[in-house]
């Protein structure tokens, strides 16, 4: 089944109330997104409350903006502000029809979150993460109970309820959600998760569970090329990046974006291909190494190809 993706129905999405793990500018994204577009009223956790502070912030300014811009009408906003509630715990969760994990990218925190997942949420609610590139195959296989088998009915039950829902960044502005499905994703999980990013505002394309799947597989070697033509002193920072904005009509150069990713995660993103394939075409610059080893994470550290104030 794996080798060729399902084909996905056409059902209603039948979210009633969606959960959001993780408050950082992806968790914040899509909250706001659910709440504004979809209308479904959105559990928001994160551990850190500075973090939540800061993602209710941005999801005021936003709704502020989009009334000043006669986008929406003020009691929309205020209706979508009030569908989002900050929870304190996982259990809180547990009467969620979706939750939506946006926390960091890393496979071990990912693996006890969707453990946590599976003993105290619905048996039958939908598990999707926000992951970039780690194999969502891998979180399916964590949410399978002890003792129970893998090939069993309750097993692939289990497993087959996870699937990738991967946003992008900034969420409120950009159209696309790539969907994933794991080895286990059973059909109607795929149908429920398209019919929600399309009740979001967003174009959904699909893609096999690969290292980066579709959209990081292509783009981390571009970014990667970029910076090695930097490294080797093919061209400047700014003329790599103009090539792109002006060529080809990018909205940022490579070097940029990278910036705007955060150097951190491309780094994270081009490990897990590297280690994925075992195809050298992915193997990381030494530059890109360097500048996350300088703590030079990009945007958000105030340094990375370009500077921040
Ligand atoms: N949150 C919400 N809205 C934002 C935003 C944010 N963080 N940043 C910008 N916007 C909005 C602005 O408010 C503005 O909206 P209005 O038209 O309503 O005023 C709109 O986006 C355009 O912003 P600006 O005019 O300030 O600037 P811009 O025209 O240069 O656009 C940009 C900014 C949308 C970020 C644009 O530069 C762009 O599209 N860049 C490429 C982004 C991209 O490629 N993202 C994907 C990264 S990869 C990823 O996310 C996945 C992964 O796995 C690594």
């Not at 993780?22 to 706001?32: E, N, V």
């Amino acid at each position: 089944q794996h080798l060729s993706l399902p084909a996905i129905m056409s059902v209603a999405h039948g979210i009633k109330l969606l959960g959001v793990l993780g408050a950082g500018q992806m968790g914040t994204g899509i909250a706001f997104v659910s709440a504004l577009r979809a209308r479904v009223p959105v559990l928001l956790h994160d551990q850190s409350k500075d973090q939540v502070a800061r993602g209710l912030a941005l999801m005021d300014k936003l709704l502020s903006k989009d009334v000043a811009k006669g986008r929406i009408q003020l009691n929309e906003a205020q209706e979508a502000r009030d569908r989002v509630r900050v929870v304190n715990a996982i259990e809180d969760l547990r009467d969620v029809d979706m939750v939506v994990e946006a926390v960091s990218e890393n496979l071990d925190l990912k693996r006890t979150v969707f453990r946590n997942f599976s003993e105290k949420l619905r048996p039958d609610a939908i598990l999707a993460t926000n992951t970039s590139s780690i194999s969502i195959t891998k979180i399916a296989a964590s949410v399978i109970p002890d003792g129970v088998s893998p090939a069993s009915a309750e097993g692939q039950a289990a497993a087959g309820r996870v699937v990738g829902l991967h946003f992008f960044n900034p969420v409120p502005v950009m159209k696309l959600v790539e969907l994933i499905s794991a080895v286990q994703t059973a059909p109607e999980t795929l149908a429920h998760a398209r019919a929600f990013a399309e009740a979001c505002g967003k174009e959904v394309a699909t893609s096999q569970d690969v290292p980066g799947f579709v959209s990081n597989a292509l783009l981390m070697p571009f970014i990667n090329e970029a910076i090695m033509c930097l490294e080797k002193g093919i061209a400047t920072r700014d003329d790599i990046d103009k090539t792109f904005r002006l060529g080809m009509n990018h909205p940022m150069g490579p070097l940029q974006l990278a910036d705007f990713i955060g150097l951190d995660t491309c780094l994270a993103i081009q490990k897990t291909l590297y280690t994925g394939t075992s195809d050298s075409k992915y193997r990381p610059s030494v530059l890109l190494e360097r500048m996350v080893d300088a703590q030079w994470l990009g945007k958000k550290s105030g340094r990375g190809f370009y500077e921040y104030k």
